[in-house]
């Protein structure tokens, strides 16, 4: 895949002077890229194997202080450092940025073990479930965010009260007012692609100045790795570009919130769709998750919607859901069933742009494997407007 390297092309890379730094990474609680910049001479002796930070990075608040009341980080306990392992397949050049490559890692102890609130390592828990029922997920992230003509510095100067956003009116699928932002777009498409995160799109949203990039579905992990590569690096070619952009989920009531709209679906470990027949047809593995879907969906609404602000975005006639329903191809209701024959899938609508992909899919997939490990029913589809229901 384009933007992807081994160990050994980075080796070469760095020998010939192309790669002198390397991002060194996990996600925290809050989705974002924790970590490191290093040479790529000390990373290619001894960071490639393990390294380390300290524990409270994974008991913050969205400003970055430590919060009190956990095990496993705290003032009694001294605050030490934890282990990081570079998953070297995340091995990645990140092009807007001169020289430099990109690999995430998985939090461990001292001894190798991943840390089990992890978010990464709660999704490979959920992975390994369905790897035991010969099954495999596929996952899409559909990410929404503002542009604002102003500076991350400026905004913050203003208290982030009365910006400028990029665009004065809606703009969902309009060519011309998208025309204004393609200097960015272009290069956040371009990026991602050079990136190995491959882009299906990029469209104007309901918003002025909000704007919409469809990354192309993958297995689950790689897919969530991608959604953190791709919303950290939005934010860096914006800040390149003299632009801010925010990925808040409502950053100002009277204006559209931004999504995250989540595509899922379930395949045989022989590549085979897990949703539908032999003739195409939905069968009770799609029926049973979508019901998990349903049933369970209240209890982990705070993976999709962890911040008070995440709930401003649910209004009624506002494109975002407001009742736990499902219906084919309606965007009124919570769970929208899209597709046909092999690519039938479930989106969930619910989450906002603010959700981490890793605690949002795991969450997700242990519902629907509650729905097929308890033969669960979804009940009848809703058609209508849901907001009414």
């Known amino acids: 895949m384009p933007g992807k390297m081994t160990i050994e092309e980075l080796e070469e890379l760095v020998g010939a002077g ?10 925290d609680m809050q989705g974002r890229l924790i970590g490191k910049r290093v040479t790529g001479h000390y990373f290619l002796d ?3 194997k393990e390294w380390h930070a300290c524990d409270y990075l994974l008991a913050l608040d969205m400003e970055m202080e430590p919060v009190p009341g956990f095990e496993v980080a705290s003032w009694e ?8 392992r570079p998953d070297l397949s995340s091995l990645r050049r990140i092009p807007w940025l001169p020289g430099t490559a990109l690999v995430l890692g998985d939090v461990c102890d001292h001894e190798g073990n991943e840390l089990a609130h992890s978010p990464r390592a709660m999704l490979k828990r959920q992975l390994a479930r369905l790897a035991e029922r010969d099954l495999g997920a596929k996952m899409a ?19 982030y009260r009365d910006l400028r956003t990029a665009g004065w009116y809606i703009e969902d699928y309009h060519v011309f007012e998208t025309t204004k932002r393609e200097p960015l777009m272009r290069a956040i498409r371009n990026g991602m692609d050079a990136a190995g995160v491959p882009v299906e799109f990029s469209k104007g949203e309901w918003g002025p100045g909000q704007e919409e990039l469809n990354l192309v579905y993958a297995e689950a992990l790689e897919m969530a790795d991608r959604h953190v590569i791709y919303k950290n690096g939005v934010k860096e070619i914006a800040h ?68 008070i602000n995440s709930y401003k975005r649910f209004q009624a006639g506002s494109f975002a859901p407001t009742n736990i329903v499902w219906s084919r191809d309606n965007r009124t209701a919570g769970f ?14 619910m989450p906002g742009a603010d959700v981490n992909p890793y605690l949002a899919y795991t969450a997700m997939l242990a519902a629907g494997l509650h729905g097929i490990d308890n033969r669960l029913d979804p009940g009848p589809e809703y058609r209508g407007d849901a907001y009414r229901s």
């Not at 965010?145 to 102003?150: G, K």
Request: with cysteine.
């Open 18 to 27: 192309e790669i002198d730094t390397v991002v060194a990474a996990f996600t």
């Open 46 to 48: 001894a960071v490639h």
């Open 77 to 84: 306990r001294g605050y030490g450092d934890f282990a990081v």
């Open 141 to 159: 992230s559909e990410l929404e965010f503002y542009v604002f003509d102003e500076d991350f510095r400026t905004c913050r100067d203003k208290d």
């Open 240 to 307: 390149l570009q003299g632009k801010a952009v925010t990925f808040m989920a409502k950053w100002r009531q009277d204006l559209a919130g931004n999504s995250c709209h989540i595509h899922a679906s379930l395949w045989t470990s022989d590549g085979r769709p897990a949703f539908v027949d032999e003739a195409g047809h939905e069968n009770d593995t799609f029926r049973h998750f979508l019901a998990g879907q349903l049933a369970l969906a209240r209890e982990y609404t705070l993976f999709l919607a962890p911040y």
């Open 336 to 349: 929208r069933v899209v597709g046909h024959g092999p690519s039938t899938r479930v989106e969930c609508r």
